[in-house]
């Protein structure tokens, strides 16, 4: 199997043995996000062609299916099962199908996240070619979002899980949540290629929606878990979005950007930081942007930046942005 696929099963196995769940049932199924899937098979393909010795098994291993598929054989998912791609936004839209197959009554619990495998030159060639790949005399520094200085993002990689189930199907096996998805949205925003309106209009609506359909208002939002990556653009059209959010508040929402510490892992991305956010949720620490040292005066939000802080947060916003307008909110609530 590809790398991703690999890392994404360790990612299940861990979340499903937490979740204490038997996956062996006809109404288990996977949905997993990812934004360069299988691309490594591709190669192993291209350069097993120039040798006219190709491996039967790249038909199948060599696919984007591959990532759901093989999880769905491993532990007999017969539900549902697909691999979603919207570049940075995968894993929330994974998230948010999976949560649609339990409200449609298609399925009582669902396998999802994201999965990432991309640090190859044939990926991060392009991306140092678009300039978007961050750099600093401080390596560590390399990656400081919403700071005056930033100048791109540090790629990562690695998968998340989640287990999600119907409230019914979690109450009869005797489960203990540790955090609720409240609500979601995905929209496209039409702002190019990278998929960015510069005044963040498009990321407004779609954070809006997500808190409309959790029948929540601004004002009941503890915490915001931005997408956050360092680049001048998506930083400042994020901010903008998040600031007249707020205005809707009566008191500054705390927000933060982990990428800095996990790298950005692409379509993996929205997964772990959702399991990041539910940890900072339960814990009452909210995380901080680590390399932030100035704060961009035109990124007007509550930034935490100075260390962690200690908050008891109950609902958290989740943002993911991905190129070609990719967009998606999670709207996470904690079980405490």
Request: glycine residues 10%; proline residues 4%.
């Amino acid at each position: 199997m590809d790398r991703v696929s690999q890392l994404a099963g360790l990612a299940v196995e861990e979340a499903v043995d937490q979740a204490g769940i038997t996956t062996n049932h006809p109404r288990t199924g996977v949905i997993f996000g990812s934004s360069r899937g299988t691309f490594s098979k591709y190669l192993e393909a291209v350069e097993a062609t120039r040798h006219r010795r190709i491996s039967p098994l790249l038909a199948a291993n060599g696919i984007a299916a591959s990532i759901s598929g093989s999880i769905a054989h491993r532990w007999k998912l017969e539900s549902h099962s697909a691999t979603v791609s919207t570049a940075c936004a995968s894993a929330a839209h994974a998230i948010a199908c999976a949560a649609e197959r339990i409200i449609l009554g298609d399925a009582d619990t669902m396998i999802t996240g994201g999965t990432e495998a991309c640090l190859h030159p044939a990926v991060l060639g392009p991306m140092a070619a678009a300039g978007v790949l961050g750099s600093h005399a401080d390596d560590a520094l390399a990656c400081r979002p919403f700071d005056l200085d930033r100048n791109g993002l540090v790629p990562g990689e690695g998968a998340g899980c989640l287990v999600l189930e119907a409230a019914e199907t979690a109450s009869k096996r005797g489960a203990r949540p540790i955090a609720f998805l409240r609500g979601w949205a995905t929209k496209t925003d039409l702002g190019g290629r990278t998929g960015v309106t510069v005044d963040g209009s498009s990321l407004l609506a779609t954070m809006s929606e997500a808190v409309r359909l959790a029948g929540l208002s601004a004002d009941q939002i503890d915490y915001i878990s931005a997408h956050g990556t360092g680049t001048k653009l998506n930083d400042l059209t994020e901010a903008k979005a998040i600031a007249k959010f707020q205005c809707d508040a009566t008191r500054p929402i705390p927000v933060s950007s982990t990428k800095p510490v996990t790298g950005h892992c692409l379509g993996a991305t929205p997964a772990l930081e959702a399991i990041i956010t539910i940890s900072a949720l339960d814990s009452c620490i909210l995380p901080p942007t680590v390399g932030c040292l100035s704060q961009d005066p035109e990124c007007q939000i509550a930034l935490v930046t100075a260390g962690s802080l200690k908050k008891s947060a109950q609902v958290a916003l989740l943002n993911s942005l991905g190129f070609w307008g990719n967009l998606a909110t999670l709207v996470i609530q904690s079980a405490r």
